[in-house]
């Protein structure tokens, strides 16, 4: 028989309804926390070398007018060194954080450009947020001092530049194109290992096509005068360029246009335009002066011309002064180095053959090629090298001055001068003066005798005309000549005068006519008013022989 199984009874606490009610508010609660962290966007740190204007709470972050977030904290660094700001960001803003994400602080401005951020003169200055493409997101960004000039998405051409230290550049400024801007400015560095400033420019488009691998960039300083060999000149550029500065670029006028500059490119940034046209020659040939003449007003970067042409540039005065001279020489002239650039007579990309053009400048050596110091300016008395065939002149032997080829020289046009009048003050003083102020004297003396006769005729001519008769003269002629007239008037074709006068004549002429014949029988006969006059025998005819 089987064991009897016994039913365990066990009590069932049931949930009391009471629970619900915090159970429901717990559940609530943790909606809300959720629902509110996931409104909250990231929260980012920017820092600022001072939080002017920047207030906990009230001061926004926008983008395109859009708030996109709010700063929490505005506290100072733990070195004290700059100010760091908390903020809140919109959890839309959290795909624009990355390393090319971009913020500065917009509040009223004056700069070249005019007056900027006039709406937060009352409503208070605000954080602008320009968005990066970048695919690392960052949380920590540094505060523009100066709003960008462009977005990095912006379309255009940019581009760097190597300068010198001193220049005046700085973001913002301006790059023109034939005095029209063109881009501006984004950035300036001072690399301190490498001791040059480092400018990124941004070229906007459509102007991007000027740029090419031939163009040359130099620092527009607005206002360039200079007075030196080649003249006066005064370059004037924009208005703005004159107030601070700026960059300009344009390519060689022998150079040609080239291919248009990939983005990134590097360039050199020249002093000025000269030194940007002097620039691109790479190609030269190095010769040494041996100066006789004074190389006073001759300095470095004056033109070396041949017959008015530039070919060259004058790189140093003097130049290794203490080294010895050729023992060739008997003087001690001063050292000038100068270039020869084949360059400037073509196409400055072209290859040049320099052994070509030393073989070519040794030959015109041997035919009379001479340089000489000339005046290019009066005024400042710049001077600068010509180049120019002489005859007459001394074969030149090559030599060399410190491992450097010399170029033949002759003296210049102020030591031409100085000769000249040299050689005349001699022939003066082997003049005999002696003579010459010895007959000086007597044609002096001639002349005074001269003069004197001279007065006394003046003198003279001076009391005729002060005579009363001289005085009446003119009247007595007048007299004369009325009395003339009517007399001239009796002899008139009318008058009785003029007839009777015609009457006479006739007869005197009949008279003549008949006195002629008398006349003529006194001619043949003298003595026909005594004698008879002779008759001719009756001619006799001639017998035949």
């Known amino acids: 028989m089987s064991d009897t199984q016994r039913a365990t009874r066990r009590t069932q606490r049931s949930l009391s309804p009471i629970w619900i009610v915090p159970l429901v508010a717990v559940l609530i609660g943790a909606w809300m926390v959720y629902d509110n962290l996931s409104r909250l966007g990231p929260s980012i740190t920017l820092i600022m070398d001072n939080a002017e204007g920047i207030e906990a709470g ?53 700069g070249r450009e005019g007056v900027s951020g006039l709406s937060t003169v ?59 801007t063109v881009g501006r400015v984004e950035k300036s ?37 200079r007075l030196d060999s080649e ?30 500059a990939k983005e990134g490119a590097n360039y050199v940034l020249f002093n000025d335009e000269d030194s940007a046209k ?75 053959d320099l052994a070509d053009w030393q073989q070519r400048l040794e030959k015109m050596f041997g035919h009379g090629l001479r340089a000489s110091l000339k005046a290019g300016n009066l005024l400042t008395g710049a001077l600068f090298v010509d180049l120019n065939f002489h005859k007459d002149t001394v074969p030149f032997q090559r030599m060399t001055f410190a491992d450097k080829s010399v170029f033949p020289t002759t003296s210049g046009s102020f030591a031409q001068i100085e000769q000249k009048v040299s050689n005349l003050l001699d022939k003066l003083n082997d003049l005999k003066i002696e003579p010459i102020l010895d007959s000086l004297n007597s044609t002096l003396v001639s002349t005074q005798q001269t003069m004197n006769k001279v007065n006394d005729i003046a003198t003279s001519v001076d009391s005729l005309l002060a005579d009363p008769a001289t005085g009446q003269l003119p009247a007595n002629v007048n007299n004369t000549m009325r009395q003339l007239r009517d007399t001239l008037q009796g002899f008139a074709p009318d008058s009785q005068g003029y007839n009777e006068l015609t009457q006479t004549l006739s007869r005197l002429e009949k008279l003549m006519r008949d006195v002629q014949p008398i006349v003529r029988t006194l001619s043949d006969q003298p003595n026909a008013l005594i004698f008879d006059k002779k008759l001719a025998e009756d001619p006799q005819p001639r017998a035949k022989k």
Do not use: C
């Open 278 to 352: 002097e620039g691109r020659y790479g190609d030269y040939l190095e010769y040494v002066l041996l100066v006789d003449d004074t190389v006073r007003g001759l300095s470095p970067n004056a033109p070396v011309e041949y017959r008015g042409v530039r070919i060259g540039t004058v790189v140093s005065v003097p130049w290794n002064f203490s080294a010895p001279q050729p023992d060739s020489l008997s003087r001690f002239a001063i050292p000038v180095l100068i270039r020869i650039e084949p360059q400037r007579f073509g196409d400055s990309e072209q290859d040049i």
């Open 122 to 180: 009352l409503s208070g200055a605000y954080i602008q947020l320009q968005p990066g493409n970048s695919e690392e997101s960052l949380d920590v960004f540094d505060v523009l001092e100066q709003p960008p000039v462009a977005p990095p998405d912006a379309p255009g051409l940019r581009i760097n530049l190597i300068s010198e230290i001193g220049n005046s550049i700085t973001t913002g400024d301006p790059v023109t194109y034939e005095g029209y």
């Open 189 to 225: 560095h001072f690399d301190p290992e490498k001791r040059e400033m480092q400018h990124r420019l941004y070229i906007k488009s459509p102007y991007e096509v000027l740029v090419t691998n031939t163009t040359r960039f130099w620092t527009a300083s607005g206002l360039d005068i």
């Open 58 to 110: 009230k001061t926004l972050i926008k983008t395109r007018n859009v708030q996109v977030g709010k700063v929490e904290k505005v506290s100072l660094s733990d070195d004290m060194n700059h100010a760091e700001i908390v903020a809140r960001m919109s959890p839309q803003a959290a795909d624009m954080l990355n390393k090319e994400t971009q913020f500065w602080v917009v509040k009223p401005r004056i």
């Open 231 to 260: 003249g006066f000149r005064v370059n004037v550029a924009s208005l703005e360029s004159l107030v601070g500065g700026g960059i300009t670029f344009g390519v060689p006028n022998n150079a040609s246009m080239g291919r248009q």
